[in-house]
């Protein structure tokens, strides 16, 4: 059995992939949604074609501020346990495999229920790292956690695989973030679609950039001033809102003619939105890989990255430099660039997959699939 546990949008995006290829094989597998995330997550699995119903472990509110992670944490483990307890009750499976994704709080709660069943862990989209422990902040403290309690570490390229030298399970090179299947899955379902061309598009969600007030202020400072002779799409996740009320600055983007507030979208269209922007504001990791791959201008709103796809071409690292990012912007907005699709052609869920099916005690003897390179970790 694999239980592929997630709980943000994007880890629901970057393990979709993944999950429909375990599912095209036949393989069985167990979907635990954590509740992290609750608004469109059940869309996007019905988007990427994904039939299977999830088990849900928590159902109370979103997780959209610091005071819900303690007891969403809690709620979710109980009802983990729960889960796998139940259906390990009922299996003979010598070990199951626990499939957890990137750097959040979800990830460190599919680890634990892992732990605690007696499973293998494997790690997607791990050995990512920005060397500062508090930036960002909590991401990078997880990932060195991840990094230190998973038996298989799937790592998006040969720098990452660099970066887990000391990690205490087998590392495997997927080359590429398996976030590359999920962009061409959109690409191909919204090229045919007509996208109205957005000037700029803004998405900002981490906690450390909400939930500092210098920097919540000045992301909506810079976008206001964008906004003075350009159209600005803000997509509102529900985090952002919540903050964005709290901190008494809505008001102000909503006085603003020139600002279209939209709520938070599934992927495909997101994509779509984003991939015919002239520029795009995030600080989001996952959006700086996808809009790498398009082409398309992005200012990141970060002190740092674990990820360096697009630096140095059309990702600027903003650092909260105020003047490096309005010269960016009007270079941008100024000029007639377009974005142009370069997507790799390898495709890293299909790695994980193999990885899997090699490392099954049904698949030969523990000799046989060391001599294929699916040995214990």
């Not at 819900?68 to 495999?97: I, K, L, N, Y």
């Amino acid at each position: 059995m694999i239980y592929a546990i997630m709980g943000t949008r994007a880890q629901v995006i970057k393990l979709a992939p993944v999950i429909r290829e375990i599912e095209a094989r036949g393989i069985e597998l167990t979907i635990l949604l954590t509740g992290q995330h609750r608004a469109t997550v059940g869309e996007l699995l019905h988007e990427f074609g994904i039939s299977r119903e999830p088990v849900v472990l928590y159902d109370g509110p979103e997780v959209e501020s610091l005071g819900r992670v303690v007891p969403w944490f809690m709620r979710a483990a109980r009802a983990g346990m729960r889960a796998v307890g139940s259906r390990r009750a009922a299996a003979r499976h010598e070990r199951d495999v626990f499939l957890v994704h990137g750097d959040t709080f979800s990830t460190l709660l599919g680890i634990w229920i892992g732990r605690r069943a007696g499973g293998l862990v494997a790690h997607v989209e791990s050995g990512l790292r920005s060397f500062n422990w508090l930036n960002p902040f909590p991401e990078e403290l997880v990932r060195r956690l991840s990094m230190s309690s998973c038996d298989i570490a799937f790592a998006p390229g040969e720098w990452a695989a660099g970066n887990l030298a000391r990690c205490r399970g087998r590392v495997i090179d997927t080359h590429e973030n398996t976030l590359v299947d999920a962009v061409r899955f959109a690409v191909e379902r919204s090229c045919d679609t007509q996208q109205r061309r957005a000037d700029v598009v803004v998405s900002i969600h981490r906690f450390e950039t909400l939930y500092s007030r210098k920097r919540i202020v000045f992301v909506v400072d810079f976008v206001l001033e964008l906004a003075r002779d350009r159209e600005v799409t803000f997509v509102l996740h529900p985090s952002t809102e919540h903050r964005l009320k709290t901190a008494g600055l809505m008001s102000r983007l909503r006085q603003q003619d020139n600002i279209w507030l939209r709520p938070r979208m599934t992927y495909v269209p997101f994509l779509g939105l984003a991939g015919h922007a002239r520029l795009v504001i995030t600080d989001g990791g996952s959006n700086q890989e996808e809009l790498s791959y398009l082409g398309v201008p992005t200012i990141l709103m970060r002190e740092r990255t674990e990820r360096r796809e697009g630096l140095g071409a059309n990702v600027l690292l903003g650092k909260f430099d105020l003047q490096r990012m309005q010269a960016f912007a009007r270079e941008i907005l100024g000029g007639t660039q377009t974005g142009h699709i370069d997507l790799p052609k390898v495709e890293p869920s299909r790695i994980v997959v193999d990885a899997l099916i090699l490392m099954s005690p049904t698949h030969g003897s523990a000799s046989e699939r060391a001599n294929r390179g699916g040995g214990a970790c």
